[in-house]
C-alpha cells in the first residue's frame, strides 16, 4: 500500500510536460504534445489543479480514440481565469491559456476538476442564516472560468470534490492494520468534502453550460467510502490524490454521465488538422 509517492505518479499525471509542479516555469508546458487539436473527433480539454491530472490517465483509458483528449493542468493552482496566484510560477500562465484555447474555438468540450474543498476554505466561506455555507470569492472566481466557456459556447463537465481524508490513507491505514488503534474519523472521507460538494452542485445548477458529477455520490453511494480498490492498493495514495487503480475505479463510477456527456457533444465551428498528440499512456 506505501508504494506509491510523488516520483512514481509524476508519469501518470503528465509531469512536466501536460502537468506543471507549482515551481515549473510555464516554459516547461509542451503545448505539442498536451494542446495539439486535431480534425476527425472532438477535442476535449481536461482542466484545472492536480486534481484533475489524476484523472488523466483513467481518462485516456476510458475514452481510447473516441476523443482527443488535450490536457492543461497545473498543481496548486485554482482554475479561476481572474485569480492572480503569485504561490505558482505557472498559474496564472495557464489560466490565461485557458481563454486563448477557448477564443481560438478548437475544443469541443472542457473536462474541469479542482480541489474545491480546500478553495472554498481559502476564499472565505461566508455563513447564510440558514446555516448553509456560501462563497462569494470561491462563486466568483470559478464562474468567472466557466462563463469564458460559456461565451466560446464549449460545455464543461465539472466533476465534483474528490475522495479527501484527513491524513494519509495508505499511511494510516498500515498503521491501523497493524496496532488497530483507534483513528477518530481519519479513515472516512472529511465530512466537509461533503458539504463543499453540494456547494458545487449548486453553482453548477446556476450555469447553462454545465454539467456536473458528484465524484462523492458516484464512488461513496450511501457511504462509507471505500479504501481500497483491492487488498493492497488504496483508493487516494496520499489525503486526496488517486492511486492509478484508484482513478481507474473511480472513472467506472463515472462513466454513465461521462459517456452521455461525450456522446451528446456538437462539432466544433471550425475543423482543423494535426497531428494527435503523443500518447501519454504509461
Known sequence: MLRFNVGVMAPFYGESTCFLQPHHPFASY????????????????????????????????????????????????????DLHQRQS????????TLRDVLREGRIAAVILSGSWRSYLELYAVQPERDGAGRSRKFDGYLSATLSAAEAARVPVLLL?????????LAANLVRYEMTHLPTK???????????????LKRLAAQQRNVSFISVLDSVCGDRPCPLKVDDETTIVWDTLHLTPEGSLYVMQRLAPVLDAFIDGLQP????????PPASLDR
Open 30 to 81: 509542451r503545448r505539442d504534445v498536451c494542446l495539439t487539436p486535431v480534425g476527425d473527433r472532438p477535442n476535449v480539454l481536461l482542466f484545472g489543479d492536480s486534481t484533475a491530472a489524476h484523472y488523466a490517465w483513467a481518462l485516456r483509458k476510458h475514452l481510447g480514440s473516441k476523443v482527443n483528449l488535450l490536457q492543461l493542468t497545473s498543481g496548486a493552482c485554482a482554475p479561476f481565469v
Open 89 to 96: 510560477k505557472n498559474c496564472d500562465e495557464v489560466n490565461a
Open 160 to 168: 465534483g470534490q474528490s475522495l479527501e481524508f484527513a491524513l494519509p
Open 185 to 199: 474519523g481519519t479513515l472516512e472521507v472529511r465530512p466537509d468534502s461533503f458539504t463543499a460538494d453540494a456547494h
Open 268 to 275: 466544433t465551428p471550425q475543423r482543423v488538422s494535426g497531428n
